[in-house]
């Protein structure tokens, strides 16, 4: 087994670059070996200071670097199957940046390239699962402290959206999120999604309605609401109530010191998803680094990445028909079900 991951960051745009810093300052087992960007010279600034590290304008040059053994996916998604597809040719250790495929065929074909290849190589980027908080919600939920959950009410704010932010990418780029964490969360697929659309914010760009109320129901029956707002404006602030027969627990939110002087009080809201779930995506990638040397995976799946695709499709519909849509999953394969 390899002692380090040489590890070829393909995307070096806000995530990629992102990763490369984290990759080459902080990962253990891990080095950066190339980069790869469409814009060359981005390519290049990306590995400036990375003793080694080579630029390429094309995924497939990278792939065939016999010095590159690992590959991480931060391009649009919109390209992820076909890289994904030549990464599992070359049996390497691979994790992707949420959505593995933008659409459930495309990440289906995906689940059955890797259980044709016969173990799992791919990871999926949902880094909520590695933050501290989550991960302590989760555990409450599995020992079952306060009894069985209930429900799950989400809110996710953004302070603004970038141009060309659609109403279906309220779905597909921020639910997705609110989608894995509560299959993470109960262990279970959501059945249904509905998607309410109420009173729609002046700062909303055109064709776009926010926020959104997204309802869910798991296999179980513990419900789950999302409360999606990406034209905030206060901040970034992500944040989960959970219900139980015993209790209530709460995570997220505000963050940092709550303050009272000079006859004012309050606290601080991070600003971007960087700044929240920074400590997550150390934790994430590391986890990946370990199990990618011990010839594993270290957090979602491939399946995991199917999933969550299709409870998207159901969302979109969900947005258009406002009545609640059945999300449809093929029958699990085996190779995922220790998961």
């Given at each position: 087994?390899?002692?380090t991951?040489?590890v ?20 253990h ?19 400036e ?32 199957e076909?890289i ?23 990440a ?60 279906e ?22 059945t ?8 729609s ?6 064709g ?30 992500v ?5 139980f ?29 960087e ?10 990638i ?14 979602p799946?491939a ?17 258009k028909?406002?009545e ?9 394969p ?6």
């Amino acid at each position: 087994m390899t002692e380090t991951l040489r590890v070829a960051v393909i995307g070096a745009g806000r995530m990629g670059a992102d990763h490369i810093q984290r990759l080459s300052k902080r990962i253990h087992g891990a080095e950066v070996a190339a980069v790869v960007d469409v814009d060359l010279a981005r390519a290049q600034a990306a590995i400036e200071g990375i003793p080694g590290a080579v630029a390429l304008a094309d995924a497939e040059e990278a792939l065939n670097n016999g010095d590159v053994n690992a590959v991480l996916i931060a391009t649009p998604g919109f390209l992820h199957e076909d890289i994904l597809l030549k990464a599992l040719a070359k049996d390497i250790p691979i994790l992707c940046e949420k959505p593995l495929t933008p659409d459930a065929a495309s990440a289906w074909r995906i689940v059955e390239a890797e259980v044709a290849l016969g173990h799992q190589r791919i990871q999926v980027g949902f880094m909520r699962r590695f933050d501290a908080e989550y991960a302590t919600l989760g555990s409450i939920i599995r020992n079952h402290e306060l009894g069985e959950l209930l429900m799950l009410h989400h809110q996710h704010r953004n302070p603004n959206t970038p141009p060309g932010f659609t109403n279906e990418m309220l779905i597909n780029d921020s639910v997705v999120h609110e989608f894995d964490a509560v299959r993470f969360f109960t262990g279970e697929e959501i059945t249904s999604v509905q998607v309410r659309l109420g009173k729609s914010t002046r700062n909303a760009p055109n064709g776009q309605h926010d926020p959104q109320h997204v309802l869910l129901k798991t296999e179980s029956g513990v419900l789950a609401d999302v409360e999606i707002y990406v034209n905030a404006k206060f901040g970034y602030e992500v944040a989960t109530q959970a219900a139980f027969e015993d209790g209530i627990v709460n995570i997220g939110g505000d963050k940092g010191p709550y303050t009272r002087s000079s006859g004012r009080w309050g606290g601080n809201v991070t600003p971007g998803f960087e700044e929240r779930f920074g400590a997550a995506y150390d934790v994430e990638i590391q986890s990946w680094v370990d199990a990618a040397l011990r010839g594993g995976i270290g957090g979602p799946s491939a399946w995991d990445g199917y999933a969550t695709a299709a409870c998207c499709e159901a969302g979109v519909e969900a947005q258009k028909n406002g009545e609640k849509v059945a999300v449809k999953l093929a029958a699990k394969p085996d190779l995922y079900k220790e998961d």
